[in-house]
C-alpha cells in the first residue's frame, strides 16, 4: 500500500508543483481556506511539523507566518518539490507516517496533516507518535476525505467497515491509480479522541470565488461534502 501511494504521488508531483496552486479548486477555494483558518496568524517562536507536505504549499504558508518548519512526506518527488519551494527555509525530508518520526518527544507545538491520513491504514500507531511529539497543549490540526464522498466510491457500500478503495485520477490526459482507505464517521472521531481532546469539527464550505467558477460542483457540494476537518488537542 504505501509503495503505491508513493508511486501515486510521484506521479502527480509536477500537477502538485506547477498547477494544483492554481487550477484545483477543490484545494485553493474548499480545503485550504478552512484549514488555514484554524491557524494561529503568528507563529514566531512555535515549531510546526507539516505531516505529509506534498509540493510544499502549507509549508510555505507556515514560514511566512513565522515558525520553525519541519516538513515530510512518503513522495520522494514531493520531497524534492518542497524544497525547490522553500530552498533551506524549513527541514524536509522524505519519511512514512505510519512509522515512528525521527523527532523528539514534545517537539512540537502543531501538526497538521492535509488530506493525508486516508492514505494509512492504521491511525491509532500515527496518533500515538503525533501524541508524543506534540507539546501539551499542542493542537493536531487534520483534514480527510469526508465520508459522505467514500462511501459513494465503495464497491460494496458496507458503511461501518474501513475498507480499502483504488480511486483513478486522470491528470493531463494520463490515468493514475490512487489507493486509500475509507472509514466511517465514528472510527475518525474515536480514533482522535483516543488520543487527544476533540476541539472542532468542520466540514467546509467553498469559497464564493468556488461558487463562482464551478457553480454546479458547489451544489454538489452543499448536498454532499467532500473533506472533514478535525483540530484536536493534546492535554
Known sequence: MNRDVAKAYDQLAYDYEHHVDQTRYFNTEYERPAMMARMPNQLQNKHVLDAGCAAGWY???FLERGADVSAVDL???MVRATKRRVGEQATVMKHDLADTLPFADRTFDIIVSSLVLHYIKDWQT????YKRLLKPGGLLIYSVHHPMMD????KHAHYFQKEYIV???ERHGKWIDVPFYRRPMEMIINDTTTFFKLQHMIEPQPTDIF???HPEKYTQLQRRPNFLIIQAKRE
Do not use: P
Not at 126 to 129: A, G, T, W
Not at 151 to 154: C, G, H, P, R, T
Open 59 to 61: 509549508t510555505e504558508q
Open 75 to 77: 513522495s520522494l518527488e
Open 126 to 129: 500515527v496518533f500515538r507518535d
Open 151 to 154: 462511501i459513494s466510491l465503495s
Open 167 to 169: 480511486d483513478h485520477w
Open 211 to 213: 461558487k463562482k467558477e
